[in-house]
């Protein structure tokens, strides 16, 4: 998701940019890629970009009762300030007080890349606990087999055995 914006770094600040994006990249906590859609408005600051995106995202997940593939969604809003590295028109680096890891920057051939934030407001979005619906049955304890698609006996010929460990002390001694 790369953004030219040598002309808009060049234009007096206020001046704005509408882009479009329907793009897929990779997220690294997670083996499925991620389709991104939506519209990005880059915005000129004194100093540097601002990015204004209102984004959809559809990331493929594994269900963590059940295991099934299924697709999260979420939505984005994203507000980010990016520095330029390199002035335009002294082709000299820019003395930025703060150059960190907290900060995005434009590349020094004047492209804005927004693969790496739309992957931390994901990150950030997306559940910890995944699951394919709100009331996903998982797999049988006993036979494996996934609920939420067949119906099992297990449970009907076995006693429960969770607490097998914890009812043997209370047991009477003889």
């Known amino acids: 998701m790369d953004f030219k914006v040598a002309t808009l770094l060049k234009a007096s600040s206020g001046h704005k940019k509408l882009e479009s994006v329907s793009s897929t990249i990779e997220v690294d906590w997670s083996e499925f890629r991620c389709d ?7 915005t000129k600051t004194d100093v540097g970009v601002w990015v204004s995106a209102c984004l959809s995202a559809k990331i493929g997940r594994q269900c963590g009762n059940c295991l099934d593939s299924y697709v ?24 930025l007080e703060e150059i960190d890891g907290d900060n995005f920057y434009i ?4 492209v804005l890349d927004l693969s790496d934030v ?7 979005h997306s559940s910890i606990s995944s699951k394919c619906m709100k009331y996903c049955k998982g797999l049988c304890i006993d036979c494996g087999i996934n609920l939420n698609k067949e119906k099992c006996n297990c449970r009907n010929n076995k ?6 460990a914890l009812l043997e002390s209370f047991r009477p001694m003889n």
């Open 36 to 42: 991104v859609d939506g519209s990005v408005l880059l």
């Open 72 to 95: 999260e969604s979420m939505g984005l809003t994203i507000e980010e300030e990016y520095f330029p590295l390199v002035n335009l028109v002294t082709g000299e680096r820019n003395e």
């Open 107 to 110: 590349g020094e051939d004047n």
């Open 118 to 124: 739309v992957r931390q407001y994901a990150s950030l």
């Open 159 to 164: 006693k429960n055995t969770k607490l097998a």
